[in-house]
């Protein structure tokens, strides 16, 4: 089933095996992610597309949008599946999904009517101006929502709208701020905690102190430091997460062009590289199997490293 249909509701999801009590399944966030739950369900409302969970890793109750589920495993299936068979399951997800919006943005690109252009100097400054306009417009907007001292549920719901409308600007700052916004919205409720968060981002951004990477928090990953010299010939790599270079594939191809090894997690792995588009929620997250098991690695004596996908590029480029 392509994903593009399943989340533009041209494809029924099969819910039948979606039950009250404990269930395990794939689910696709609004962010993007694609992570493993396993929650009691408390009640289903089919009417509202939604069901009410305690997720039972984080002891949480919350909102899960059916049409989300990827696939519920079954009880004996569940029992059966091994982690490395989970992330295996977890990664095509990643990578059909990433594979179809590339597809789609070019089917798109295709259909668009051809723009005749004098010269590169004059498209650039094109684009450059669409972006100068929109970062115009955001502070804009942020100024507004600030004015009264705090971003209430609505302002949120306009500022998601808002950079939805301009995300084919690919700019990364818009793009990350809308994660951001996203990951909040999730749930449809913007609690106390998130609403500080979300005033203190503008009001950064603002006044001109807002990293392109900051929503990425990736310090929050453990990361070696310092970070290690890496010689790519001859040394083995295994790729996590959502990378900006490429996909996974075109990730290892790029390594072992240059004399490295592309290889599946194991005790003679020399790095574990991590995309960066990762989140503070990496241990629940498909490509946090790898991160612990690389820690439990370290810990036993192993030599693998843990590096980022900024890291990783420095000595590939």
Not at 104 to 123: A, I
Not at 187 to 209: C, M, Y
Request: aromatic share 8%; with cysteine; charged share 30%.
């Amino acid at each position: 089933m392509s994903l593009f249909d399943w989340l533009s509701g041209k494809e029924k999801f099969e819910k039948d095996t979606l039950q009250i009590g404990e269930n395990s399944f794939i689910y696709f966030s609004a962010s993007g992610e694609v992570s493993f739950k396993h929650v009691k369900v408390t009640s289903i409302d089919e009417s509202k597309n939604t069901i009410q969970a305690i997720d039972l890793s984080a002891h949480k109750s919350k909102t899960y949008r059916i049409d989300r589920i990827l696939r519920i495993f079954g009880e004996k299936e569940i029992k059966n599946l091994t982690e490395d068979g989970l992330h295996q399951i977890m990664e095509d997800f990643v990578d059909e999904l990433r594979k179809e919006a590339e597809e789609k943005e070019k089917q798109d690109k295709q259909d668009k009517p051809k723009k005749t252009l004098s010269t590169k100097e004059n498209k650039r400054f094109n684009q450059k101006r669409v972006v100068d306009r929109n970062i115009d417009e955001l502070i804009g907007l942020a100024r507004g929502i600030l004015a009264d001292g705090k971003v209430d549920q609505a302002e949120a719901e306009t500022l998601q709208k808002w950079l939805i409308a301009v995300s084919g600007t690919e700019h990364p700052m818009l793009q990350n701020l809308l994660v951001k916004v996203n990951e909040m919205l999730e749930d449809n409720v913007l609690d106390d905690e998130e609403s500080a968060e979300l005033f203190e981002t503008l009001n950064e951004f603002i006044g001109g102190n807002f990293e392109k990477g900051e929503i990425l928090k990736s310090t929050s990953l453990p990361l070696e430091n310092p970070e290690p010299e890496i010689n790519i010939e001859g040394s083995s790599f295994c790729f996590t997460g959502t990378f900006t270079s490429g996909t996974r594939k075109e990730v290892e191809a790029m390594a072992e062009e240059k004399g490295g090894k592309a290889t599946r997690l194991n005790g003679s792995t020399d790095f574990l590289v991590i995309g960066a588009y990762a989140t503070d929620s990496w241990i629940h997250s498909s490509y946090g199997r790898k991160i612990e098991q690389a820690l439990d690695y370290q810990k036993k004596g192993g030599h693998i490293k843990i590096i980022s996908e900024e890291h990783w590029l420095k000595f590939l480029l």
